[in-house]
Each structure stands twice: as structure tokens, then as C-alpha cells.
């Protein structure tokens, strides 16, 4: 079944973009700590995640009320550290810290909408179920590194694949399935009244048949069974798709290095 335990009685009092905010540093945290010999620590700075594993997702920082010396410290950290990304989301501090880093030399590599659910939930077929097995997560995360960082080499998709799983202690792994295998395949990230959908993917083959409407439809009827708040970073081709099913931009999620 479909994990629909009011497990939290009601939203959290956060403004949209602070609970963008926190979602997406809880998020990025607990993947983070997965990767091999991963040092994750939070400060009031800012949430940092260093490791050896070449990948942003074991290198980066986030969740940022940077002081100018901690502004220094991201720029340095990016230039050492070839796969480090900062993500900067709106509501981090300074309010000018894109700029500043920018002044720093970092770039913005690439950047992601972030949506809030704003709709009302639909009646439909209940698509995905949880999936809370261990060997299911595996090809459920294996279904999604497949999906999403295909341009990845294959020893760096095999880490992936492991430090996703590995997240299924802190985080809600849904797939459906039909006889060629995962269908398709979504993971819920719950922090304090919000939840975050990530990785939302449907196989190839089985893209523009409405399957994907569908799954976000069962996800926001979820959601406000409940009380939880929805959020999410879509690609910008896909926010027009999203605001169909009641999603609005509310912030910009920016990863910067060097």
C-alpha cells in the first residue's frame, strides 16, 4: 500500500521557502552522509558534506547564513575540491550571496525551480506502492540512477546506486511494476511537516501514456491525507507540467563551483 499514515498532524508553520529550505538541506544530508568515508557536519553557517567519493552528491554545501569569511570558505572549499558544489536556494544569507560568489569566481553550473503543491488532491488509481524491502530499494535506486545521472561512468553509477539505497532508513521508496520490471519509481523525503518528492521517473518506454500524472496525482492526495506540506526541484522544461497539477514556483535552487 501507498504510505498514507498521517504520520504528522499538521503542516509545519515554516513559510514555503524555509521549508523548501530545510527540506532540501535534510534531503542532501542524509544522502550525503552515505557516501564512502563521508564527513557531514552542520554549523550555523552553513551544512557541509565532504568525502572522497567524485561526486557532488558526497561534496557540497548548503543551507547557507554565511558570514564574509564563510563566504571565503565555500569559494576556497569549491576550488579544492574538484566535484564540490554549493547549492544556494532562495532564502539563504547574505541575500546577495549568488553575486558575491560570483565575485569569487564560482559559477553557477546549473539551476532548478523549486515548486510547493498549491492544489486540491484528485480522486484516481492508486499507482505506486512502498517498497520497503531491501533488495527492492536496491533496484528501485538503481531504477533511478539509470534514469537520472546515465552520463555518469558505471563505477560512478554502481556508488550511486548504494548511497541511494542506503537513504531508505530516513526516506520512502514507492515504485509500480509491470511485467518488463519497474515501471516507474518516485522517493519522499519527510522533514517536520514537509515532504519532498524526488526522483519522480517513469521508464522509457511507458513516458506520455499519463502514468506520470497519475503518480503525482496519488503523491498529492498523500500528502494532504497527511497534513504534509509537498515541495520539489523540477528541470525548467518541466514546470509548466507540474503548475497543470497545482504547483507553484516559489524559489531557485543554484549549484555553484569553481
Not at 119 to 140: F, H, P, Q, T, W
Request: proline content about 4%; some cysteine.
Amino acid at each position: 500500500m501507498f504510505d498514507t499514515s498521517p504520520t504528522i498532524p499538521r503542516k509545519s508553520a515554516l513559510t514555503d521557502i524555509e521549508a523548501m529550505r530545510l527540506n532540501v538541506g535534510e534531503t542532501y544530508m542524509a544522502l550525503g552522509r552515505n557516501a564512502p568515508a563521508a564527513r557531514a557536519r552542520k554549523t550555523p553557517s552553513a551544512w557541509w558534506c565532504e568525502s572522497p567519493f567524485k561526486h557532488p552528491m558526497g561534496n557540497f554545501a548548503v543551507h547557507f547564513n554565511l558570514s564574509d569569511a564563510g563566504l571565503r570558505k565555500v569559494a576556497d572549499t569549491a576550488k579544492r575540491v574538484e566535484y564540490f558544489r554549493a547549492f544556494v536556494l532562495t532564502g539563504d544569507q547574505p541575500t546577495d550571496i549568488c553575486e558575491r560568489l560570483e565575485v569569487l569566481d564560482l559559477k553557477a553550473k546549473y539551476s532548478f525551480p523549486g515548486l510547493v503543491w498549491n492544489g486540491k488532491a484528485k480522486l484516481g488509481d492508486e499507482v505506486l506502492e512502498r517498497n520497503i524491502d531491501l533488495a527492492e530499494v536496491g533496484e528501485i535506486a538503481a531504477f533511478i540512477v539509470q534514469n537520472f545521472f546515465w552520463r555518469s561512468p558505471e563505477p560512478a553509477r554502481r556508488a550511486l546506486t548504494q548511497l541511494v539505497g542506503a537513504a531508505s532508513s530516513v526516506q520512502e521508496f514507492y515504485s509500480c511494476r509491470d511485467d518488463e520490471g519497474i515501471a516507474a519509481a518516485a522517493v519522499l523525503s519527510v522533514t517536520e511537516g514537509i515532504v519532498g518528492l524526488y526522483n519522480l521517473c517513469v521508464r522509457e518506454d511507458l513516458r506520455s501514456n499519463g502514468l506520470g500524472s497519475a503518480i503525482l496525482s496519488q503523491i498529492c492526495r498523500a500528502a494532504e491525507y497527511r497534513g504534509l506540506r509537498l515541495v520539489l526541484q523540477a528541470e525548467e522544461g518541466l514546470v509548466s507540467w507540474y503548475g497543470k497539477h497545482g504547483f507553484v514556483r516559489v524559489a531557485e535552487l543554484r549549484a555553484y563551483s569553481s
